[in-house]
């Protein structure tokens, strides 16, 4: 409405019909020929980054010895993509490989402070991006903070990334609270007698957390699973499915044909 050129970065399987935006880059599009379907967001990112820095060295842009060095910025591909759970195919496995070197140099400040906070004395690997470090900077966004995250990232200030640390530290323990509250409520549920989809609802579950305790509901009992959080005007839902039913399909085509606002999935 601002007349300003919106570029839209994604990675989720393409719907019926699409923003009407000056490009959209999606390795998921149904034309789209790059075989790197099993990117995240950040890789999408990181290879849209990479082609706009060699079109500008063609231009002439960059002054001598100012052209940037991307390879620093490996920190985050990395963690984006281990807790976004893609693929690690060998794209994905290289861009891992290579981050987690970055990691260690501990030269991006937020990540430095995130890891003093959680007592990570060992060299980090990917399990501490997944399980430690991931989970905290997810947990604000979970409960409604989400720039806590972004800010820590990007910010150089160690006063500033000490603090916001602290605060996703505490975050990330009211959202294991909410998390087991939700789980233990849906869990009882369910009917493991049952072979169907798994469909739990209720009024009182934070919409941040039930994408996790869907994923864990599939796990236990091996079905696809809805988990609903309900409003009085949209309930929201989250799903996760086995590999026998591709439940991001179903989601677009119910969408198609209706029976629900909005969706989408990988």
């Known amino acids: 409405k601002q007349n300003v050129d919106v570029i839209v970065i994604d990675h989720h399987l393409e719907g019926a019909k699409l923003p009407d935006a000056f490009a959209i880059v999606n390795p998921n599009k ?3 020929r790059s075989g790197l379907e099993n990117l ?3 890789g999408v990112s990181f290879f849209l980054i990479i082609s706009l820095n060699r079109k500008l060295k063609n231009l002439n842009f960059f002054k001598k010895n100012q052209i940037p060095n991307l390879l620093k910025y490996l920190d985050l591909v990395a963690l984006g993509t281990i807790c976004d ?3 690690l195919d060998i794209v994905n496995r290289t861009l891992v490989k290579q981050g987690i070197k970055v990691i260690n140099k501990r030269k991006n400040e937020g990540l430095k402070c995130l890891i003093e906070k959680s007592s990570i ?12 470090l991931g989970p905290r900077i997810n947990a604000a966004g979970r409960v409604g903070k989400s720039d806590l995250g972004a800010n820590l990232l990007i910010s150089e200030t160690r006063e500033v990334n000490s603090e916001i640390a602290e605060k996703l530290n505490n975050y990330n323990s009211l959202r294991k609270s909410i998390e087991s509250k939700v789980e233990m409520e849906a869990k009882s549920q369910v009917n493991s ?5 798994i469909c739990v609802h209720s009024a009182n579950w934070h919409p941040g957390v039930i994408g996790i305790v869907a994923g864990k509901l599939t796990e236990e009992f091996n079905r696809p699973s809805i988990v609903i959080s309900e409003n009085k005007m949209i309930a929201k839902a989250s799903c996760r499915s086995v590999k026998k039913f591709h439940i991001g399909n179903f989601i677009i085509k119910s969408v198609q044909d209706g029976y629900l606002e909005s969706g989408g999935g990988h």
Do not use: P, R, T
Not at 121 to 132: M, P
Not at 193 to 197: G, L, T
């Open 30 to 32: 149904k034309k789209d």
């Open 40 to 42: 995240c967001a950040a």
């Open 85 to 87: 759970l893609v693929k």
């Open 121 to 132: 004395e060992d060299e980090i690997n990917e399990y501490h991006l997944g399980f430690i």
């Open 193 to 197: 007698d049952d072979s169907d989809i």
